[in-house]
């Protein structure tokens, strides 16, 4: 079969590896069947940015929006890989030459971030003028393959605070190793987390095909 759908999600696992400081993923069976007489029932604790993951604005602005009041035509779409392998810092001068081909997505894969069972000490981040850059080409959103588009230590956050005075929202932690640059069908929803400033995705994509 051609053209099929691959999963770019980090899988949800106790040996996943959460931001430092921050709620690890822990699953456990509740109650067993032997329990309930008819199923299992599962219990989740984890960070809602644990994982393969989008920001909502509140994260980091109080006033910002949160998960459900995002369009969510945001997640579905057509998006383009672009390969940014070996830079620390990815900035305008990076992505001005590449043609997005319209996509209002693009996926950055840095290759800093290589397992998601240890995190990274170091990882690619994105400068603050590549906000303005997205705007101007009518990107909505971003996705990278590491933790943060900003740096473990930063906290003006303003990788973040640019994306979002120009508009974009951000998906961390994909799994994009083995995709080539190009054009995709990105899909990657969010749960319908009313209150929440961020959300575990489950994000796949296939060739796009006009």
Request: proline content about 6%.
């Amino acid at each position: 079969m051609t053209n099929e759908w691959i999963d770019i999600t980090q899988p949800l696992q106790k040996e996943i590896a959460e931001w430092p400081g921050d709620t690890p993923f822990f699953y456990e069976v509740a109650v067993s069947k032997e329990q309930s007489g008819s199923v299992n029932i599962g219990k989740l604790t984890m960070s809602t940015h644990i994982g393969t993951h989008t920001d909502a604005p509140f994260h980091y602005d109080n006033e910002g929006l949160r998960i459900l009041e995002l369009p969510i035509d945001l997640y579905i779409g057509r998006a383009c890989v672009v390969d940014v392998t070996g830079v620390d810092c990815v900035t305008r001068a990076d992505l001005e030459e590449v043609d997005f081909g319209g996509a209002e997505r693009i996926l950055l894969k840095t290759g800093s971030h290589p397992t998601f069972t240890r995190f990274p000490e170091h990882f690619t981040v994105i400068g603050e003028d590549v906000g303005p850059l997205l705007k101007e080409r009518g990107v909505r959103l971003i996705g990278v393959d590491t933790p943060s588009v900003d740096a473990e230590n930063s906290k003006d956050l303003l990788a973040h605070h640019s994306l979002y005075r120009n508009d974009v929202i951000i998906i961390e932690n994909l799994v994009l190793h083995s995709l080539e640059p190009g054009q995709y069908e990105l899909i990657a929803l969010p749960l319908a987390l009313k209150e929440a400033d961020g959300s575990p995705v489950r994000a796949v994509i296939r060739r796009w095909e006009s």
